[in-house]
């Protein structure tokens, strides 16, 4: 379904590890009484694979500034929310105002957490700020979630930059138990491991062998290995990684209490980059923790084959490949949400007899803390008959050649689509909420992007950001390599130009000439685009030694000091050949040649070879013959020396062929 879609934000891999259940039995078409009998019996069951949404690649790694830029975006959005409000709940504070064209929330441009409301804004609508963890006990007691960031060894650890996205995104999870426990009048937190300084959710860092983020399996190997394996932890794990979008464990145990999924068992949750950071629709953290706390069974009266429901709009509930059609029985307000209904697996006041009065109930985890409701009751619908709206962030300026990260966020699910003014700055995608806007290092002035969101009601709004193509001035370099050093005539060289600064990338405008006297210079390539990798290939085949020399231009208000020219040499010799000699006694005698690739061993027919003769004492060498060789590389030669000479053949070369000289044979007058 269309907002199930976005909700999930690229839930590629939505892997729900049935780790001690998913009963194989489970059917789309289960009767009531089947449904009671799908209790506590235990039995691994596959992993489960969702489709990836349209327009979502979870194998593309987001940068630090992406994420910054759609959290910016989401902050300049509740503003203009605020801001719009006529009437009703205003939430709770929003704060300093941040500017759309800010390339960082500044809520979120310190890692340090400082007081007792989380940095940044809230993903869902019927909020602004977070809400405030609980702060109960030494941070580290009894059943907890403990946060993870994983990188591998051999992958940039980006912890620091990265800590202020994760823990606005651990707030989210909290907000969407706050607010989901509201509904009926409840208050709820995520038992954290916390700082008892700060009250602050801890996140470690964790750092696994290279090649584990691979899968679920080998992740869980590598935290494991570094110790994270206790059994009152539920470990949700940031995986600084582009596999999949998310994964977690889900016991099917619907006992009330004694329940597998409260405690006694370590398990595990896994979020990938592209699906750090929650949309309107909901957090897909909170989805994979709620799967570790134990929802969907199987028993529940909505409940799919694959852990989720068919009731939407729900954060549980989505067409996952089980077969269940989708029933819109809940408003849209809730799908960021649990449990719509409060009837299948979480609520905080069931009413007595019910389904979750008697079965397992995740409302009631030891892993999260009961906490006084909020004090406003959150407003479904913030702005209620409005248009839609739709707000930009990223940087106010940016250096043409390097990359800048635009996101988009709209008080509506619906469909994005990006234009600029300058064609040619555009990279990747321009129909998802972000965009990478990179200029060729030749552009100047101001790029003008455009964003258009259009609702699934099909009403469509723009909002625009202007980025000045500016910067101060630093170095820039080009260099550029060779495949190999020396060639035979016509071989395949590889060229291969690379633009940056420091050690990033610049997609650069560059030329590439040849010469073969280092006077006179031919354009072979350009001028052109590296492209955002900031690397030029090109295959060339010289037939003699050549220099080739490459240059990159550069906007003179891009603030780049222009590097200058570099030039390689490949030394290109002639292909080597072999030529043989034997003589055949008789009248006459005959002389025979072949001549034959030394490379490949090939005969080389069509070559004329001219035969040499020198007298017995004496020095000279003398032509006396010619012959081409055959389609088998062989020339002969009928001679009838009147006194004792050496033979032999030489074949003069071409400019493709070095010169080769046989051996000499000996023949008796």
């Not at 080998?218 to 110790?227: D, E, K, L, P």
């Not at 980025?467 to 101060?472: I, N, P, R, S, Y």
Request: net charge positive; aromatic share 6%; proline share 7%.
């Amino acid at each position: 379904m269309p907002v199930r879609l976005q909700i999930r934000a690229a839930a590629t891999l939505c892997l729900v590890g049935l780790v001690l259940g998913l009963l194989g039995s489970l059917g789309a078409t289960a009767s009531a009484d089947q449904r009671r009998d799908w209790s506590t019996t235990a039995r691994l069951a596959p992993d489960h694979v969702d489709p990836a949404p349209p327009g979502v690649d979870v194998k593309r790694k987001l940068r630090t500034d992406e994420m910054l830029a759609r959290a910016a975006a989401r902050r300049e959005l509740k503003l203009r929310a605020k801001q719009g409000r006529t009437g009703g709940h205003a939430g709770h504070d929003l704060g300093a105002h941040a500017p759309a064209d800010a390339a960082h929330d500044p809520a979120l441009s310190t890692a340090a957490a400082v007081g007792p409301t989380p940095a940044g804004v809230s993903a869902l609508s019927s909020l602004t700020s977070h809400v405030a963890p609980a702060c109960s006990g030494t941070g580290s007691d009894g059943n907890r979630v403990q946060v993870l960031y994983v990188v591998e060894a051999d992958d940039p650890n980006r912890f620091t930059s990265v800590l202020p996205i994760l823990r606005d995104e651990v707030a989210n999870v909290d907000d969407t138990f706050a607010v989901s426990a509201a509904t009926d009048g409840g208050g709820l937190r995520v038992r954290w491991v916390f700082d008892p300084a700060t009250c602050q959710p801890i996140i470690t860092p964790v750092t696994v062998r290279a090649g584990e983020l691979a899968s679920f399996g080998t992740m869980i190997a590598g935290v494991q290995r570094m110790g994270h394996t206790a059994t009152n932890r539920k470990y949700l794990m940031f995986a600084d990684a582009a596999v999949l979008c998310g994964v977690g464990h889900l016991i099917l145990d619907d006992r009330p209490t004694g329940n597998a999924s409260d405690g006694g068992n370590a398990l595990y949750a896994r979020v990938d980059t592209g699906c750090w950071q929650a949309s309107s629709g909901g957090s897909v953290a909170a989805h994979e923790l709620m799967h570790n706390l134990g929802g969907i069974q199987g028993s529940a009266s909505h409940s799919t084959p694959y852990g989720h429901c068919d009731d939407d709009n729900d954060l549980m509930c989505y067409a996952d490949g089980s077969g269940v059609p989708m029933r819109q029985v809940c408003p849209t307000a809730s799908e960021p949400l649990f449990d719509c209904g409060q009837d299948d697996y979480f609520a905080t006041d069931p009413a007595p007899g019910s389904y979750l009065a008697t079965r397992w109930n995740t409302a009631r985890s030891s892993f999260l803390e009961t906490v006084a409701p909020l004090a406003d009751e959150p407003d479904p619908d913030p702005l209620p008959g409005n248009p839609p709206t739709v707000a930009v962030a990223g940087p106010a300026s940016v250096r043409p050649g390097l990359p800048a990260g635009l996101a988009a966020a709209g008080s509506t699910a619906g469909s994005y689509v990006w234009r600029l003014d300058k064609p040619a700055c555009l990279t990747g995608v321009a129909s998802t909420a972000t965009l990478t806007v990179q200029c060729p290092s030749y552009e100047s002035g101001v790029v003008r992007a455009t964003v258009t969101l259009t609702a699934e009601d099909g009403r469509s709004v723009t909002a625009v950001h202007e980025m000045a193509l500016t910067g101060t001035t630093t170095p820039l370099y080009v260099s550029l390599s060779r495949s190999v050093s020396t060639r035979y005539v016509g071989q395949q060289v590889t060229l291969t130009t690379r633009v940056g600064t420091g050690t990033q990338p610049v997609r650069g405008w560059i030329q590439v000439w040849s010469s073969t006297d280092r006077r006179t210079w031919t354009s072979i390539a350009g001028p052109g685009d590296t492209g955002a990798d900031g690397v030029h290939v090109l295959n060339v085949r010289p037939r003699r030694t050549t220099y080739y020399q490459a240059a990159v231009a550069a906007a003179t208000t891009a603030g780049w000091a222009r590097p200058a020219n570099v030039t390689t040499p490949v030394r290109v010799t002639r292909w080597p050949v072999r030529l043989a000699a034997q003589a055949r006694s008789g009248r006459p005698d005959v002389v025979t040649g072949r001549l034959t690739s030394a490379t490949s061993g090939a005969a080389m027919a069509g070559r004329r070879l001219v035969l040499q003769r020198r007298l017995y004492g004496a020095s000279t060498w003398r032509n006396v013959g010619t012959a081409v060789t055959g389609q088998r590389g062989y020339a002969s030669e009928r001679v009838q020396p009147r006194r004792r000479a050496y033979f032999r053949w030489v074949y003069a070369g071409s400019p493709t062929f070095a010169r080769a000289t046989s051996g000499q044979v000996f023949l008796r007058y």
